[in-house]
């Protein structure tokens, strides 16, 4: 499947509402086939809809990112925290101030 902007942030919103609930990693989310019909053992770039997003429109790197505004920002938001958090209460902290600033971009 071919990602347009709108379902990279619709996808990018559906992960990132179970990390806000579940406190875990990109590595534990379920991707499922019917998210984006490719087998069960595909994975989005870095786990990451927008990622996969600018990989399949041959941005180079983070040109096209919806967040980015035409370079890599997501490690100085809410993300990056989220990255480097140790805990799943401090993961659902800034996983739900992550998904706050995706939800922004509908």
């Known amino acids: 499947m071919r990602l347009t902007r709108k379902k990279a942030i619709e996808l990018c919103i559906e992960m ?11 590595d534990d989310y379920p991707f499922s086939e019917k998210q984006f019909n490719y087998s069960s053992d595909y994975y989005p770039e870095s786990r990451c809809w927008f990622c996969e997003y600018c990989l399949q429109h041959k941005d180079d790197g983070c040109k096209g990112c919806p967040l980015g505004g035409g370079k890599c920002e997501c490690q100085y938001m809410a993300y990056g925290k989220w990255d480097d958090a140790k805990t799943p209460r401090t993961r659902k902290k800034y996983a739900g101030l992550f998904l706050k600033q995706i939800k922004t971009l509908r």
Not at 16 to 26: H, N, Q, S, V
């Open 16 to 26: 990132w509402e179970w990390l806000a609930e579940t406190g875990k990693k990109k």
